[in-house]
């Protein structure tokens, strides 16, 4: 005897299923009504996936259009897979540059070590540079434009035992089975939902900017690291952007007009091709400003929203790994939805959280310890750092790499 029996949706012409003993109406994988907030990097690769299963969600995104913003991000062979199933690897090896080297310098300009991908590459695939719109464009080719709504947020959200109600920055108000949140580090579903969980500070903050002239264009990653200072440059398909951290007390003023005579004075020691970077600087208008922090939630889910990408675990840009931890949470979570149901969501929740917490808590550990490697800020401790790196040999450098990649997601 089926447990199932049909029932009319009232005034609706769409029938809806009801399983016997369960209080609510329940909907089954893709009938389910998912709401994403935030149609950055995770937004839009988890829209992609579930409307490749065919899940119809709705995606808000709270700036009007996409602008030119960003600099240059790194995708590990991890987050390239999931543009494989997406169907947008060609776009991303095309649009995006692949790299095989980076050079570590002292502040003096003397390399301190040469380290090759190339062998991680030939296992997994190319780690590739793109600039962060690019990424965005490609993502977009995926999603059926009349699901993305530019330009609105979310007011409030009320949860039931059976929905999540959703007021929107329109007035309008609409009721879902999920409501992810994938609106960034500054998450506004994580603070209504989750309330004020503080982000982490890592001591560091810096400037990033493009090249705009001066330097031959290389294919190299050139990384430059000091006593509390770093500078490093980062090619992607012509374009080289340039990375900056300095250790400082949170909340250092950072005035724009003075933000040139700045970034010269605290790189004003250093060697190799950073003077000629910083001759190169013309508009401080065009130079962003960050203060370097991630965040490490207990929880990353309450009742029906769930956090994903950044709003849960933003990483350190030190490893370079935010991005594709982002892409890979975006991908499990989707995975999860697509064997779910609207009653035993938190099923669903619970094994995306299980997946994904032991490789996140991994990055994000990696991240914070290497940005105490390469932003020492004790002389002594620099000094030291620099004649250890002459022993870190490739070898260790390949088995970092084997041991994030070989995992499966
Ligand atoms: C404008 C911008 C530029 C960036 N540039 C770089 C870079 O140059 N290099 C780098 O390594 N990382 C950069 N990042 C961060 C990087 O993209 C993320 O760390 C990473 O991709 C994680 O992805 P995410 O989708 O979780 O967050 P994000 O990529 O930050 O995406 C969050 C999205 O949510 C939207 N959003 C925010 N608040 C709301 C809200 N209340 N309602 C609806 N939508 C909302 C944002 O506009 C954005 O589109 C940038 C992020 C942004 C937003």
């Known amino acids: 005897m089926s447990i199932l029996k049909r029932k009319k949706k009232p005034g609706g012409n769409k029938a809806e299923v009801e399983a016997e003993g369960y209080a609510l109406p329940v909907r089954f994988g893709p009938e389910m009504r998912v709401l994403i907030i935030g149609g950055g990097i995770a937004g839009l690769t988890l829209a992609g996936l579930l409307q490749q299963r065919g899940f119809k969600p709705r995606v808000v995104e709270r700036i009007p259009e996409y602008g030119k913003v960003g600099y240059i991000i790194v995708l590990w062979p991890s987050g390239g897979r999931v543009l494989k199933g997406l169907g947008l690897y060609r776009d991303l090896i095309e649009t995006g540059l692949p790299f095989s ?46 699901s993305l709504t530019m330009g609105v947020t979310v007011e409030k959200i009320h949860q039931t035992p059976d929905e999540a109600i959703v007021t929107f920055s329109d007035g309008t108000e609409e009721s879902f089975d999920l409501v992810v949140g994938c609106d960034g580090v500054r998450s506004r579903t994580r603070s209504l939902v989750f309330g004020d969980v503080p982000l982490s500070y890592s001591g560091m903050r810096g400037w990033s900017f493009w090249l705009k002239s001066g330097i031959s264009k290389s294919a190299q990653i050139a990384e430059y690291w000091g006593t509390g200072k770093f500078l490093g440059i980062w090619p992607t398909r012509n374009r080289l952007s340039v990375f900056t951290c300095i250790r400082s007390p949170r909340g250092a003023p950072d005035p724009v007009e003075n933000r040139l005579d700045h970034i010269r004075q605290h790189f004003s020691e250093f060697g190799g091709i950073v003077p000629e970077v910083l001759a190169g600087l013309e508009d401080p208008g065009d130079i962003f400003h960050d203060e370097y922090c991630d965040l490490r939630m207990d929880e990353w889910y309450k009742g029906r929203v769930v956090l994903v990408g950044d709003s849960a675990h933003a990483v350190l840009p030190t490893a370079g790994g935010g991005v594709s931890m ?27 959280v299980v997946r994904r917490r032991p490789r996140v808590n991994k990055v994000q550990d990696q991240s914070r310890m290497m940005g105490k490697v390469a932003f020492a800020d004790s002389r002594a401790v620099s000094i030291l750092r620099n004649l250890v790196m002459r022993f870190y040999s490739s070898r260790l450098h390949l088995k970092y790499w084997d041991d994030l990649l070989k995992e499966p997601i």
């Open 101 to 146: 080297t980076y050079n570590v310098w002292n502040e003096k300009g003397e390399m301190l070590r040469s380290y090759s991908v190339d062998e991680v590459s030939e296992k997994y695939g190319p780690m590739i540079s793109i600039y962060r719109s690019e990424l965005i464009s490609i993502l977009r080719k995926n999603i059926n434009s009349e």
């Open 326 to 352: 982002a892409i890979e949470s975006a991908a499990v979570l989707a995975d999860e939805l697509s064997r779910a149901d609207s009653k035993y969501i938190s099923h669903a929740l619970e094994a995306y």
